[in-house]
């Protein structure tokens, strides 16, 4: 039972291999571990702090019209 199954996954891939795309594989943080949300609130509060002595957002925002055009958005 498991051949059929494998021959269509195989298929499905080639496929997509002739459409010209390639399989990518993609490690992501698993947000079940303990302790995830506690790092990411942490994390999060970094960037806020670090942009908020930096201005680095304020600089983007306001430099934003010159890089892109209103099509962009």
């Not at 051949?3 to 943080?29: D, F, K, N, Y």
């Not at 303990?34 to 960037?47: D, H, M, N, S, V």
């Amino acid at each position: 039972m498991a051949e059929p199954t494998r021959s269509r996954v195989r298929q499905h891939r080639e496929q997509l291999r002739a459409q010209g795309l390639r399989p990518v594989q993609i490690w992501v943080p698993d947000t079940r571990v303990p302790g995830f949300k506690e790092t990411a609130r942490r994390q999060c509060l970094a960037i806020n702090e670090a942009d908020r002595r930096d201005g680095t957002m304020e600089f983007l925002e306001s430099i934003q019209d010159d890089l892109f055009d209103e099509t962009d958005r």
